[in-house]
């Protein structure tokens, strides 16, 4: 038997570490089976650990913060999809003085240029007073089609969607000589010399 069980687990023989042969030799000690016993379960545990944090190759690639929430899902698959990192803080849109920040970001693939046929979803309020004026997004109202870079709409947005990609999220900050300039648009409530915040989604390009 002692042979058998170190052929089996390559050990010595007469070796304290097979584990058949001590559960039946009165030569192994209590001592040296509890040995044996806790070196598995230290092997268990580390390919448990090693498969469920992703670091095995293969494993189960959870996102780091499923874990911190709690809401992990170790039957389920890994997510593949491309994660969007939003910009770190407002940018100048080159040659004018509006600013951007892209909440989130799109799709790989082309981006709105000068002549695009854009269609967004645009929600604008007034900075001053915090006060929305239209938004494509209100009841009644549809998504909004224009020719990008050619003066079709003020300013600020003209520039200031450039560059943008399918399902990108921008927030544009206005200013009025950008925008509605000194007299404002009363209609819509925005006041002479008036801010404006636009946050755009783009939805098609062509």
């Not at 913060?65 to 407002?90: D, E, F």
């Not at 004018?96 to 799109?106: C, N």
């Not at 003020?154 to 007299?183: N, S």
Request: aromatic letters at 10%; a neutral charge; hydrophobic letters at 35%.
């Amino acid at each position: 038997q002692e042979a058998v069980c170190a052929q089996a687990f390559s050990v010595p023989t007469g070796s304290r570490h097979c584990l058949m042969f001590c559960s039946r030799s009165p030569r192994c000690s209590p001592m040296a089976l509890k040995g044996v016993v806790l070196v598995l379960g230290v092997i268990a545990f580390s390919q448990f650990f090693w498969r469920y944090s992703g670091a095995g190759e293969g494993g189960d690639d959870l996102a780091p913060t499923a874990w911190v929430t709690g809401s992990a899902n170790l039957n389920s698959k890994p997510l593949r999809g491309k994660i969007s990192r939003p910009a770190a803080g407002p940018s100048q849109v080159p040659g004018y003085d509006t600013t951007y920040e892209i909440v989130s970001t799109g799709e790989q693939g082309g981006e709105v240029m000068k002549n695009s046929v854009v269609t967004v979803h645009a929600t604008g309020v007034v900075k001053e007073t915090g006060s929305k004026f239209w938004s494509t997004k209100d009841p009644g109202q549809e998504p909004f089609t224009y020719t990008a870079g050619v003066g079709g709409v003020i300013t600020g947005w003209d520039q200031g969607c450039l560059g943008m990609q399918v399902g990108e999220v921008r927030k544009l900050v206005i200013p009025a000589h950008e925008g509605y300039g000194k007299r404002g648009f009363p209609a819509w409530g925005i006041p002479p010399g008036g801010t404006l915040e636009f946050t755009l989604e783009c939805l098609e390009i062509s």
